[in-house]
T-cell receptor, first 110, second 114 residues
């Protein structure tokens, strides 16, 4: 069974701080997606990474795909209250379907 | 485009009653997914369709759950009879290219079975 483990499960920090959340697996994936879900809404795609070692930036968010395509990280610089939400990673498995991590619940306090 | 539209947003029903959740995918998207989200189990794929045909229903918890897609613009998820453990947020999502590409989610239906 292919599993995606996200850590930490919960993170609460002050506005302006930096943070990193992780998405790890023992399996190799062809691609990996990061979504953000706000309360009362469905997840919304932030980025897709495909190549091992790939780094993508979205304003203050930096996403990295591990060299072996088994893990990924999301780094947020100078976090803002608007970054609050549930961050989910999802990876394409060998059957070309998405498997989902349990998510990291992030709270940014003003 | 209005995005994926789900109805109702909230549903409270008594145990044993039939519940029907509705979804309108984004026009032109060939794939439609039904997910369930709970605190304990996270986001779980229940079933997905390609061009209105069910492809994988291995995530459907039991025979009380059924899903249909009579045409490209409408799908339903039915629970009959409903049980308290079915309480969750149910999401419908659609994608353009394939089951492992960007999924566009609706706002979800929060189901409470009392």
């Amino acid at each position: 069974t292919q599993l995606l483990e996200q850590s930490p499960q919960f993170l609460s920090i002050q506005e302006g701080e930096n943070l990193t959340v992780y998405c790890n697996s023992s399996s190799v994936f062809s691609s990996l997606q990061w979504y953000r879900q706000e309360p009362g809404e469905g997840p919304v795609l932030l980025v897709t990474v495909v190549t091992g070692g790939e780094v993508k930036k979205l304003k203050r968010l930096t996403f990295q795909f591990g060299d072996a395509r088994k893990d990924s990280s999301l780094h947020i610089t100078a976090a803002q209250p608007g970054d609050t939400g549930l961050y989910l990673c999802a990876a394409s498995d060998s059957n070309y379907q998405l498997i989902w991590g349990a998510g990291t619940k992030l709270i940014i306090k003003p | 485009d209005a995005g994926v539209i789900q109805s109702p947003r909230h549903e409270v029903t008594e145990m044993g009653q039939e519940v029907t959740l509705r979804c309108k995918p984004i026009s032109g998207h060939d794939y439609l997914f039904w997910y369930r989200q709970t605190m304990m189990r996270g986001l779980e794929l229940l079933i997905y369709f390609n061009n209105n045909v069910p492809i994988d229903d291995s995530g459907m918890p039991e025979d009380r759950f059924s899903a249909k897609m009579p045409n490209a613009s409408f799908s339903t998820l039915k629970i009959q009879p409903s049980e308290p453990r079915d309480s969750a947020v149910y999401f419908c999502a659609s994608s353009l290219v394939g089951p492992n590409t960007e999924a566009f989610f609706g706002q979800g239906t929060r189901l409470t079975v009392v």
